[in-house]
């Protein structure tokens, strides 16, 4: 494609630093070589696992005025302010052709030698030899690999040694595809392409990740940008989703299409804040190969949207308040322990809630959506028997469900606190090792291989048996003492599969057995339980009719003498022996739809946080205490489950490694247990 062509001076320079940190003699400026004339003849979209190109996508906005047709773009118009290239996820390939001038603007043929690329914003990568060329009798052209391109991007030429690589103190890659050692002297004389526009950066596009095996790192780590921009600089940003929203009505759009980029901070802590984009656009989830979906989502969008971040102040951000909004927020993409934030940073306030009646200081924190962590964003399969990793929410680094929800606020139902604190730190460092599931997923192991009498080996055990439920805390929460001291955080159980009637989790249907019951003959599961990877087969039955039940092997009968279950009651039992199957007979009429869900309890864990937004909330304490009241309030946290909205964050070392950090003591509901009560402060749950 053609573009307009910028000519930049030559740049000074009394003398430079050589390779041996010397200052050279005076720079010279071989033939009159003044700038270069840069042209670019083609952008391409490269995939980086086969290398094939493709064409560039451009954004929604441009795409609706031509019917979604990228082939019925004008050329001219691709590029400009009014058509802009999305945030490619990939590399992108710049072919330049390149003409160097002299101090009149005038070609100059008598200039031969190679020149180098650069390009702001954005990234060198790939081999060297797409990191300069050789211009010959003045001309030449040249193909610049380059990533994390957004707003006005523009491609340099420079008369100066290419950029290289450093790792363990040498130049990385291979150094015989630079140019060679002896190419100078250089007179750094610059030119550049006119700018190429791509769109501007949302929370959401710097943090979805471009390798869909991986939610670790953000594609823009490292990067210092902007996201937004306030009145004064120009016109505000509004969203502009891409087109495909709904695959059977080409014409629908994103609901957030063409909406007014909305941040608004949900919350504060004494190093920073959160921010959530409210009108982002919804991500289709990608489910193809490296994708590790293991439970697509019914709609075929992620569950979130990657538009939430946390901004790293380094201190207590004064003069925020949660549902404040801002214009702009800028800083350096960094990854901290795998959740992506922004340090350095700067922002502009939209509107201080504040300073309005305060009915309504929450205005806007009202209309956040806060997602209900679910066994599927977890990554569990639909199936009636468990996986290994089934005990960790999210453990799979390519889980993008819970990636499309870090540093949002989202909502835990009806978890369990723990039973038992254990500390597994044997030697008193302070810390414990971590663990990963071993090969064949069929337990839990070092992630490494461990030497011989190492200490860590104990440690590891403990740590797993109490994370996950094994061994002396098999049927029990447990978390890990001295990972409480040191973090704050301990682990809950989420719910468990079954129906949301009775307190548990429907959104993978395949993990409950439905079972019409009979009024004249005993009915039992079709399906064995497994005796469970991660400890005994805990079970739960949930009946809508008066039955009676019993458990046993494949020919388990049950009669009218067997154990009677309510209608709407729920009951648990840990299966024993041969025990596999449950079986039912009608205790009466029929009530209801006349079913009974089972299902094997999952026991899948995550990590809490509630020491700064709970600090009365004892966590780590002792039902038998001496202070009676302490016993009490034990029992109660004991007995009880709860629902816990907090900020999203992931911890790559920790186990499992996805935390949720209420905000204060309203965050916090509980549904009493026997005793009836919650313990203090906690207030009792609305009814659902």
Known sequence: MMKRWLLVAALGAAGCYSADGNISAENTNPSGLSSFKVDVKSLKAIDKTTGASSALTLVGSCLARYDNNPNAVPAAEKGTASCPYSIPKGPVDLELAITALNSKGEPLNTFTGPVSFRVTPGDLTGTYDRRWTMLTDGVGTGTVRVSHLYGDVRAWVQHEPPQVDFFDGGVAGDPSLLPPPNSGPYSYATGLTAPIAFEEPTLGKIQEPEDPGNNRNSPFAGQFLTVGRKPESGSPLVQSCPPGYDARDPSKKDPNDGKLMTMVVTGLDPGGFFVTDMTACRVREFTGAGSNVRTPEPDGFLPGTYGSIYIYNYSFPEGLYPGDLLWTISGSVQDFAATTQLTFPAWVIRERVRELPPTEWEKYLKQVPVPEINLRFCGLDNAVNPYITDSLCGYAYGNMKMESLESALVKLRRVKFPEVFKNCDANGNGTVPFFCPGSGGTSYRACAEDTPGDPDVPERQCNIDCTVGLGEFAGKVCSERSTYNAFNQFVVELSGPGPR????????????????????????????????????????????????????????????????????????????????????????????????????????RINVVTRDAIPDLQVDCNPADADTDKAKQCRLLREATFNVTGHLRQVSAARPRWIVIPRDVDDVCCFPGPEGACPRPIEQCAAE
């Not at 064995?528 to 009719?545: E, F, H, K, L, Y």
């Not at 009968?557 to 024993?576: G, K």
Request: include cysteine; charge should be neutral.
């Open 501 to 604: 009637v009775a307190g548990l989790d429907s959104t993978l249907d395949k993990r409950t057995q439905v079972i019409k019951v009979s009024t004249t003959a005993s009915v039992r599961t079709t399906t064995a339980i497994s005796a469970g990877i991660n400890g005994p087969s805990q079970v739960r039955v949930w009946c809508d009719t008066p039955v009676r039940m019993k458990f046993g092997n494949a020919s388990v009968t049950a009669t009218i003498d067997d154990f009677p279950l309510a209608p709407n009651a729920r009951t648990e039992r840990t299966m024993t022996g041969s025990e596999q199957y449950v079986a039912f007979i009608a205790d009466g009429d029929l009530q209801g739809r006349g079913e009974c869900h089972v299902a094997l309890n999952s026991r899948t």
